[in-house]
Structure formats: structure tokens, C-alpha cells
């Protein structure tokens, strides 16, 4: 098995990118791979090689972001609400369609909601989309494509 410094820097790229792509602050997401690694190191006994060490740690990844949510519900600051009076009009048409959009894209069934959210939102590559679900690279352009058709359907609803 590689040493853990090896791991870490061959995983922690993909292990930032999946946190990103779930909360959309790089903060948050930098602060949560840390806090993967300390998990993975803890349980790295527990690791039996069934799958791959990626899949492995994005697993601990999701858990950690989950005991973070449960610990620190979201909530908005009033000042980071302030909208200019002269945008405001803008902002919410704006704000509207983006709201639908991604209305539409958490409805999507599974893989390719999770597929579409790494690879939009975690700017990840085929290759890492593949690699965390233990498929090809092929599977995940395929899968991407197929949910952006069907959200094109959706939104033309």
C-alpha cells in the first residue's frame, strides 16, 4: 500500500472538487478535504481495498460534510442579501431562472444528477467523475450528456 503522503497528494485534488461541487464554497470544501484526511487516517484500518481509495474517500468525505451540515445549519446573513434598488429587478429575474435551473437539476434521477453536479459545479473531469463511481470515462461524458438532455426537455416544459 502507498504511504499516505502519496495518498494525500494524488487524491487530495479529487477530494477538494467533490466538496466543492456539494457546497459551493472553496472555504468550506478546503476545510472539509482536511478533515476527510484526518478521518481517513484515523480509519485507514478499516480501508480493505475492495474498492478504490478515491471512492473510498469521497465516502468519508460525504460523511464529514454531513456531521457539518448537522452542526452548522445554513443560514443566511442579512448583509449578504443587499441587493442595489437600481438591479434589483435584474437580480431576481435572474435569480428566477437560476432557482428553476437548478430546481430541474436536483430533480434529476441518479447518477445524473450527481454527475452533472461534479462535473458542473466541482469542474472535475470525465476521467475523476468516472473514477469516483468506478466507471470509464465513457460512462460519465455519456451520463453527463444524457442529463443535460434531459434537463433541456425539462426546461422546454
Given at each position: 500500500?502507498?504511504?499516505?503522503?502519496?495518498?494525500?497528494?494524488?487524491?487530495?485534488?479529487?477530494?477538494?472538487?467533490?466538496?466543492?461541487?456539494?457546497?459551493?464554497?472553496?472555504?468550506?470544501?478546503?476545510?472539509?478535504?482536511?478533515?476527510?484526511?484526518?478521518?481517513?487516517?484515523?480509519?485507514?484500518?478499516?480501508?480493505?481495498?475492495?474498492?478504490?481509495?478515491s471512492t473510498?474517500?469521497?465516502?468519508?468525505?460525504?460523511?464529514?460534510?454531513?456531521?457539518?451540515?448537522?452542526?452548522?445549519?445554513?443560514?443566511?446573513?442579512?448583509?449578504?442579501?443587499?441587493?442595489?434598488?437600481?438591479?434589483?429587478?435584474?437580480?431576481?429575474?435572474?435569480?428566477?431562472?437560476?432557482?428553476?435551473?437548478?430546481?430541474?437539476?436536483?430533480?434529476?434521477?441518479?447518477?445524473?444528477?450527481?454527475?452533472?453536479?461534479?462535473?458542473?459545479?466541482?469542474?472535475?473531469?470525465?476521467r475523476e467523475?468516472?473514477?469516483?463511481?468506478?466507471?470509464?470515462?465513457?460512462?460519465?461524458?455519456?451520463?453527463?450528456?444524457?442529463?443535460?438532455?434531459?434537463?433541456?426537455?425539462?426546461?422546454?416544459?
Open positions: 500500500m502507498q504511504s499516505f503522503d502519496e495518498i494525500y497528494q494524488q487524491h487530495a485534488k479529487t477530494v477538494y472538487k467533490y466538496l466543492l461541487s456539494l457546497t459551493y464554497q472553496a472555504d468550506l470544501a478546503e476545510e472539509l478535504t482536511q478533515e476527510t484526511f484526518y478521518q481517513a487516517i484515523r480509519t485507514i484500518d478499516r480501508f480493505d481495498g475492495t474498492c478504490r481509495i473510498w474517500l469521497c465516502g468519508i468525505a460525504k460523511n464529514v460534510l454531513l456531521t457539518y451540515r448537522r452542526k452548522h445549519p445554513q443560514h443566511e446573513d442579512i448583509d449578504d442579501l443587499a441587493i442595489p434598488v437600481e438591479s434589483a429587478e435584474k437580480a431576481l429575474v435572474e435569480s428566477a431562472e437560476r432557482v428553476e435551473l437548478l430546481k430541474k437539476l436536483h430533480a434529476l434521477a441518479e447518477p445524473y444528477r450527481e454527475v452533472m453536479y461534479l462535473r458542473i459545479f466541482g469542474n472535475l473531469s470525465f467523475i468516472g473514477a469516483i463511481h468506478e466507471k470509464t470515462e465513457n460512462w460519465a461524458r455519456v451520463t453527463y450528456y444524457r442529463g443535460k438532455e434531459k434537463l433541456r426537455k425539462e426546461l422546454e416544459k
